[in-house]
């Protein structure tokens, strides 16, 4: 099985050591890994900000970057829904929307291609760790991927997950929402990691590299004693390895 591998502008940019451990557990899993030098960022910035024909560029050059893949698959479930979302960005019936329903089409975020394309929910993974688990906003309410993270999870030897309390509540980033409402960005973001202390975790967990960076950019500067990594990592662990 030949994967095309996404790493979104904050993996290659913040979360290398996520989207190493994102390819090594695939080639692990039996895939073939490419990485496509010519992808960039998927647009959803300026998508956000109402920027709609600028991200068009961005679509066209994605859709052909990936055109010939068999699978693509991305670390962070915002960004893989952006490539779904192309299909919303050009008219009905028109040659790109085929190409973006096409692309859309194989696109899959990490742990959901583990267990809804692959079929497997235990890695061999193992880490000791109390953990807890954001779920991001666009990932699970847009993408749709609510269980996939948590039965890989669930089968990490020596991982403890304990439940977030209102663990769907938004984290405050919102993409450029956490620059032009800094200030009720603040407060959402301040709500969330009380509800991690509530949990005890001693490391927090994620699939979407922006929740994380906004999460524990927060949780640095407070000087909590959390950690805070992407799922691939964990996923990838072998204990003493």
């Known amino acids: ?109 990490f742990s959901q291609f583990i267990v809804e394309i692959l079929g497997i929910e235990d890695v061999g993974a193992s880490y000791q760790a109390v953990a807890t688990y954001h779920t991001s906003c666009h990932m699970t309410r847009l993408l749709g991927v609510k269980e996939a993270p948590f039965k890989l999870l669930e089968n990490v030897k020596g991982l403890k997950m304990v439940d977030l309390p209102y663990r769907h509540d938004c984290c405050g980033f919102g993409g450029t929402f956490s620059v032009k409402m800094a200030n009720i960005s603040e407060q959402m973001v301040d709500e969330k990691i009380s509800h991690i202390e509530e949990t005890e975790a001693n490391l927090l967990l994620g699939a979407d590299g922006s929740c994380l960076m906004n999460i524990g950019g927060r949780i640095t500067r407070q000087g909590k004693p959390v950690e805070v990594k992407h799922i691939a990592e964990i996923l990838n662990s072998r204990g003493d390895e």
């Not at 039996?30 to 991200?55: I, L, M, R, W």
Request: proline share 2%; hydrophobic share 40%.
């Open 1 to 109: 099985m030949k994967v095309s591998f996404f790493i979104t502008c904050l993996g290659d940019i913040f979360y290398a050591n996520a989207g190493k451990a994102a390819v090594e557990l695939l080639e692990r899993l039996g895939c073939e890994v490419e990485f496509p030098d010519a992808q960039t960022c998927c647009g959803q910035p300026a998508y956000n900000s109402g920027y709609h024909k600028e991200t068009l560029e961005a679509a066209k050059h994605m859709i052909e970057v990936f055109e010939q893949s068999e699978y693509v698959v991305g670390i962070s479930g915002s960004c893989v829904y952006m490539l779904h979302e192309y299909v919303h960005l050009f008219k009905d019936g028109s040659n790109w929307q085929k190409r973006a329903i096409a692309l859309k089409e194989k696109t899959y975020e």
